[in-house]
């Protein structure tokens, strides 16, 4: 299995909470090779605000996927986004630049390009074998998938 930040991004909230649900459920279902460690979700509004709507923190893992996520959304929401990713990411007293170099350019520009106003993103940190589950989940609900190696 691969340690990875997944990305999932929908165009309405109900598609991106009917996905979680069923990431979160995967273990439940059998799905042996997916290991949900921790994740968010966050949306978009029209005048391009970042907000957390949900959050699932497993520690000792939490305190690095919050600045992961932090740093994560503070890259893909400009300078609101900036301000949400120091209140998640700095509060749990590390430094986002710890974590920043995980993202290269082109991961946070596809990313970004996908995160209009309007849309919701589930950010999640798990060990994944096969990326068919969540993939499956995330096309259900007509959303897009991006991946990046954690670490």
Known sequence: MTDRIIVATFDNA??????ASAIKDLKKAGVADFKLKAGT???????????????????????????VSGALIGLIGGPPGSVLGAALGGSLGLADDAVTGNFDE?????????IRPGTTAIIVEADEGS????????????GHVY?????
Not at 14 to 19: H, K
């Open 106 to 114: 082109d991961f946070v520009e596809r990313v970004s390009g996908d």
């Open 14 to 19: 109900n598609a991106a909470y009917d996905a």
């Open 147 to 151: 991946r990046k190696a954690a670490h």
């Open 131 to 142: 990326t068919r589950p969540v993939d499956d989940i995330v096309a259900l609900g007509g």
């Open 41 to 67: 979700m966050v949306s978009k509004d029209e005048n391009g605000n970042i907000s957390v709507l949900e959050n699932k923190v497993r520690n000792p893992l939490g305190t690095e996927v919050g600045v």
